[in-house]
Structure formats: structure tokens, C-alpha cells
């Protein structure tokens, strides 16, 4: 009998690594993020109980509570399945990587912070409106590969690497310390014609030189813009948040109305959050209608 009881389980865990399944990240209740490579973390349904099983690269794998991750997602354990960060929730790491293989899809409504992110030739990448990319090394898409649309925020402490016949679509923006390749970001071609350590983004009504958001001392925030034409603008409110989905009003600028000649502003926040906040843009008209930008990410360690 006990021969058989461990021939059962053999083949069961045999079967469950051998088939793409559906795993919800969930929470012990500490408040503590669950590391990717614990069993006790993740579920065969949404905030269900613990499957005590991991996943494996051809999962669907949903993160709807915070998960560290403590591996990296690369080579043989690469995406080769669905992953999908849902809004509020976040997959973090500052020294792992990962990968998305061809044939893979990624979908980020929440935050992705990782070292180095790679998007393969075939693969689908969609980042939404209120998603927060952060990679702390490089960013690379892969020649050809042309299904990523951005249109969330995302930061590249190092490069980004848009290959020969990539495309980079959306309504977003991607700062990085330089850009390389000859891929084509938000209709700009080839990627290395954008300025090292500016900010990609697509167009708003107002026409928009650059926005930025720079930390000082751990103490403040400054704040600036430079917008090169104005129509019929009312005013700007720079607003701030944590999650993405709150925003809270640092301060609101009288706008010029209308002009065709460059004017920088800035502010100072006198009061930002600890850990990592993000700032945007919103231009209001004269008539009420409003844009945003897209959002810039600040760590405050003090």
C-alpha cells in the first residue's frame, strides 16, 4: 500500500509539472510580500488556499497580492506562458531578471520592478494606462519584435535597446539613461535618435518638451516643465501617488492661455512620500477638458 500511495503522488506531481495551469499569487495576512520560489504564496484560485506548488514558465500566472521575486526568469525558465500583474498588486525584485519568450504574453496593470527585462521576437507585451515598469538595469527589445504597446510609465536606469524592426506602440512613456537600436519607440525612428537620458513619450494637446521629477536631499521634490505651445490652456496641477490609482494635488500653476514661444516651470513638493511615489501632469483648458502626462518615479529612502 505504501508503494502505491508514493507511485500516486509521483504521478500526480508528474502530471502537475507537465501541464500549463492557472496560479493566483495570495497573502498570509502579514503584509509581507511572498517570495516567488514559495509554495505557501500561491494558489489554484484567486485567494484561495495555499497549492504549496510554484510556477512554472508555461503558467498562467495572475499576481494579485505582492510577490518578491527571488529567481530569475531567464533562459530554460523564461515566460513562456501568460503573466499577468494585476492592478494594485506588484512583482518586485531589485537583482533577478526576466524574460519573455516568444510566443509568451505579459500584461501589466500594476508594477513591475525588476533588473533587467527582455521582450523576445513574437511575444506580447500590453502595459496599461495607470502600470508602473521599473528596471533597475536594462531593457531590450528584440529585433522584429513588435507587439509591445506602453501606456503606463517606464523607467530604464541603464539602456534600452529597441532592436531592427521593433515597434514600440501606446500612449505612455519610457525614461532611460540612453537609448539604442533602430527600432522605432512611439513613432520616433530609429530608437537611438532619442536623447540619452530624456523621456519617450507620445504627444500631448499641449506641446510638451519634457517633464521631470527629481529628488533633493531626501527632503523635496522639484518639480519642472517646458512646454514649447500652448493653446487655450488654463492651468496645470501636478499630482502625486503611491498606487497609481490615488493621486494626491502637490500644487496647481497658472498656465499662459495660449502661446507659441518656450516657458519652463517648476515647483517644489515640500512633503514627499517615503519609498518609491510617482508624479504627473495634468493640463486642464479652458473649457475643462484635461490631459496627463505620463507619470515619473521617485525613490525617498528618508
Known sequence: MKKI????????????NSFSVNLYSITDGSGI?????????????????ACNCTPVPSDNISIQEDINLDVDLTGGDAISGIL????????????HDISIKSGAILNVYGTLEVFNLEFSNGSTVYAAESSIIIVHGDLTNKNNSDSVTINGTVTVTGEFYNGNGGVIAGSGSITAGTFTGAGTTFG???????PSGTTATSPLPIELIYFSAELNNNKTVNVKW????????????????KDGK???TVDVVQGAGNSNYVINYSLTDKNPYFGISYYRLKQTDIDGKFSLSSMVAIRNNQ
Open 5 to 16: 500511495c508514493l507511485l500516486v503522488a509521483f504521478l500526480t506531481l508528474c502530471f502537475f
Open 33 to 49: 510580500p511572498g517570495d516567488w520560489s514559495d509554495g505557501n504564496f500561491w494558489s489554484l484560485s484567486p485567494g484561495g488556499p
Open 84 to 95: 499577468t500583474i494585476e492592478a494594485g498588486a506588484s512583482l518586485s525584485t531589485l537583482t
Open 188 to 194: 520616433t525612428q530609429p530608437n537611438s535618435s532619442i
Open 226 to 241: 517646458t512646454t514649447a505651445v500652448e493653446i487655450n490652456n488654463s492651468f496645470y496641477t501636478i499630482e502625486k501617488t
Open 246 to 248: 490615488t493621486f494626491e
